[in-house]
């Protein structure tokens, strides 16, 4: 894919302006990403993103789900009379023929204005935590509203920690690039520990757990912030789905308040950073009205499942032959599946701690 041909898929979007400079955006795992610059240099510049086709099999279903969620943010915020919309939320640009989405060569393609003077993130101060927190708690309860649009599962199963553990076994049992062997005592070590990890849906099946639209991708790098470091939205909107909020509280953990990084090659530099668990919890619950006691009380459960369930993927796609996530080496896979790990003894090791401070806390502040 040359630049030439990128500008020309950014031209086949209803856009301002004549597509100018195109470099890589971000760091996801799974879509390809870029900044479309334009000129003039009074039109507003684009993010033109290739989509994995492999991942998201529904196309269509992905981009009105997407539309749904950032239409009823866009409309509620309106009524509350907030200013500045399309920095508070993100704004799908249309194809020419009026489709959410573009198809060129067997790939599928889409795009959303570039917020300016915007950026995200790989670590924060606890301040920003608490900010960032109320920010959550805010899009959980603007999705928690009656009149919220009912979404479909964009990837069926995506945060469903029995379906994630059955494919660890599945990929163990079928071992297709002959891994399996030398990550047993890391597999092995995961499996023992599925009754403990799946009790939310346990909890679902006997009606004492809601589900709610989430995220489903809440690291910090789909955070993205204002130039004076106040959360502005959460971008990478592909995952938004029914889910539990423990879980989107829980990926947050996993990448905030992790003082190494996702995949650390040291993992003494792995841990928990309970400053930024204490201070967006705080910011959390002061802002989301909706939550049962039952949700409120398993938050810090879901730093734990979330980083369970992420080592577990890991290590699947180890085991698979890498087949699922951008990689940039063999090894990665594994280093990631290691550092997930630590990270997860680490908090393991805090949840006592995490428990005590979410039951200090008053219910609403607000
Ligand atoms: C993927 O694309 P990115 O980096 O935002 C993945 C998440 C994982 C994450 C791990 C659709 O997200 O579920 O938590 O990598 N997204 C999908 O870094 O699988
Ligand atoms: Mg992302």
Redesign the pocket.
Known sequence: MNIKQIKEIASSFKIKGVPDKVSPLGN????DTFLVATTPVEAPDYVLQRINHN?FKDVELLQDNIASVTDHIRKTLAKKGIPDLSRKTLTIIPALDGKLYTEADGDFWRMTLYIPDARTFDSITPHMAELTGKAFGEFHSLLSLPDTPPLKES?PDFHNTPFRIRQLKEAIESNPVGRAKSVEHISSNLLAREEEMTLPFRLFAEGKLPKRITHC?T?LN?ILFDSDETPLCVI?L??TMPGFVLSDFG?FMRTAANNGA?DDPDLSKVSFNMDIFRHFARGYISTASFLTPEEKQLLPFGAKMLTYM?TVRFLTDYINGDTY?RIEDPQHNLRRTLAQMELLNDIDRHMLEMNAFIQSLPDNEQ
Do not use: A, P, R
Request: glycine residues 6%.
């Open positions: 996801g795992l799974i879509n991942v990837i991708d690291k789909n990478d592909d995952t990926d996702e992420q996530y």
